[in-house]
């Protein structure tokens, strides 16, 4: 891999990099056991195993001092009332923080520590968000018609650990209810 | 320092984070012995110590895991042929990379490493930069009107290394020649 400074272009409107070194595709059939309406999962899986989101990854030496970078987007949709969002992670080196940029969209960060803090975090065009430390985060879409697209960029030995979110999910969930968009609790997610 | 995530806007067209830790403005009296001209620095400076550049910075414990963030703003203008710039500098813990975002106007990076490698890069809005470990980086604004407005974010311990390129300056310079701008071999460096 070159050590040469390189620059790369995000062009509106469909914000794919002009240097992609991989693509990640994750379809509804890779989200299992993630979405809390069981039900509405295998129904809408038996029609279409839909495109959820993806991920294009700029990749760097993964060493202390390189970052890691990407454009992250989830497409627009509901698993019954529970919009579409990322998996969503820890860092496997659990003390490294993320930077994400806002280009496209309009969703929320969802957040939490191993100690069972949570956040929310709205994110529409034009935020920056700092993911300290220690907290997992996933990202959701909940406009009806357009993709949440962001830039996002950390440090290269942190790794992902998704193990931890599968169990359970995260603390809080993002729905459509009768006033609109709601952060609610997770019925599944407990304390260990 | 609270460890809660946080979201802040980079709204246009002035670009101000709408959270800010620390604001810098660097004037041309700061700028002594980093502009090739010098007869053209003292005349300048002897009608206005003109603002040349500003950084907001976006605070966090300076400490490995953690990024700094902020938003530079380089403004339109030369000292005699050469375009207006940031001081430039290594990071004190070399092999740190930075990562630019660029919001507004036009301009280069102007990089380098200990080795004597030099790299200039355009920036435009919508480009990322990737500055690897161990090169030392400045940004010139080469627009007659705009700004040159950047998001950046580097690890938190990096630190800054000012006085090497305070001693010769950048390999290469960004000037207005006959035919537009001009990058051209610095005739003062000299490789140690």
Redesign the interface.
Known sequence: MS??????????PHVV?SRVDNHIERRLSAMRGQFLDEAAYQEMLAQDDRLIYEVYE?K?PEV????L?GVSIVHPGKVGSEFFMTKGHFHQ?L???E?Y?CLRGEGY?V?ETPEG?A?V????P??????????A?RSVCTSRLEDLVT?F?Y?AEAGHDYGTIEQQGFRKLVVEGADGIQIVDNPRWKVD
Do not use: K, Q
């Open positions: 050590d040469l400074p390189f620059t790369f272009n995000l062009p509106l990099p700029v760097r202390s001092g390189e970052f970078m080196v003390a490294t923080a930077v940029y960060m957040m803090e956040c975090e709205a994110l529409i034009g935020s920056v968000l700092y993911v300290p430390p220690r907290w985060h830039f960029a440090p």
